[in-house]
């Protein structure tokens, strides 16, 4: 299965990043992380050209990374700069493939293609990670092994959340007068799934953060997709007649890098309006959306793709359901970039 390459994938959150070299695999390539001297997020290819050592394996120096098994020494665009053998001669080939790296909004963000066309101010806005006046967040990180459209199709297709996540839908059967709500839209590139309940039982989760929430309102959940792979979440629960502002509004960003045909790297942050200053009520929610992905998401989608080695999902002539039109409408988009990717 092929990736869209010229086009930027997340490979960290900032805060993770320290002078300590970090392996990460994305797209099949070996790649480096580390932060230089002067404070800047760099990535270098995995691998020295001389015995094909991980550089990860070496040490930071300036902005320089030196090879741990012959010492050779690279620089932040992937120049050999030193050779502590010989006569010191610089040997032909000495270079690593450089990857431009951009931090923004508390990510790191790689660009995986043609160096040459990579533009930061293409990079998506997702300022929720951020935080705000008004706001605070909490990060994770999981390693899901499964191909990263169907971790896409899990979190765009939020019809599974009553049968997979009972701490984040409500108990019961719906009250008299439940009413449910399903649009699909697509702007350009940009696809959203949105879904509205009303007269909805308030679920633990937003009765956790409300203290005030009403036993029965409306609850939203907006996802929007955009290549290749960035997903957003509006959610929130309020009053029958209250404002969106007024209620309890749980937004989260997913960033789905692929690691492997077979493995992706799954960034998630999550921020809240209520109860800001309430750090056992952050590790609270830290756990129990990491439990959901975990021990809830991550195991299925992981069995699905058991089932399908190698296939692609539409190859193999799935039956539809109506909350599978979203991920459906997500795949063909990021199909068609690739393919004008490779003709271009």
């Known amino acids: 299965m092929k990736f869209l390459r010229n086009t930027w994938y997340c490979a960290g959150w900032s805060h993770d990043l320290v002078d300590t070299p970090l392996a990460i695999t994305l797209l099949n390539e070996p790649v480096v992380l580390y932060r230089g001297e002067d404070g800047t997020a760099i990535a270098l290819e995995d691998r020295c050209p001389h ?152 679920s633990p989760l937003f009765s956790l953060l409300w203290d005030e929430a009403p036993a029965i309102g409306t609850l939203r959940a907006h996802m929007c997709w955009q290549p290749p792979s960035v997903l957003y979440l509006d959610t929130g629960f309020s009053a029958e007649n209250g404002t969106i502002e007024d209620g309890a509004c749980f937004p989260g960003i997913h960033l789905i890098t692929p690691e492997t045909e077979n493995s992706s790297h799954y960034f998630y942050a999550v921020a809240r309006n209520k109860k800001l200053d309430d750090a056992g009520l952050s590790e609270g929610i830290r756990i129990q959306i990491n439990n959901a992905f975990e021990f809830e998401d991550e195991p299925m989608v992981e069995a699905c793709h058991e089932r399908m080695p190698g296939t692609d999902l539409i190859a193999l002539k799935p039956v539809y359901l109506p909350g599978d039109v979203a991920g459906m409408r997500a795949r063909r988009k990021l199909q068609e970039l690739i393919q004008a990717e490779e003709e271009a």
């Open 51 to 202: 015995r094909f050592a991980p550089l990860s394996k070496g040490k930071v120096q300036g902005n320089n990374i030196a090879c741990g098994y012959h010492g050779l020494v690279f620089d932040a665009k992937g120049n050999g700069t030193h050779n502590p053998h010989g006569n010191g001669a610089i040997p032909k080939g000495c270079s690593v493939k450089y990857y431009p790296v951009v931090e923004a909004q508390g990510v790191i963000w790689i660009w995986m293609g043609e160096a040459s066309q990579a533009d930061p101010e293409s990079i998506i806005d997702i300022g929720e990670c951020d935080k705000r006046e008004g706001w605070t967040s909490v990060h994770g990180y999981l390693n899901v092994k499964c191909h990263y459209e169907l971790v896409a199709d899990n979190l765009l297709d939020l019809s599974h959340v009553p049968y997979l996540h009972s701490f984040l839908s409500s108990d019961g059967e719906p009250p008299a007068g439940f009413k449910e709500e399903r649009k699909v839209e697509i702007d350009g590139n940009t696809v959203w799934s949105m879904h509205w309940n009303y007269n909805c039982p308030v």
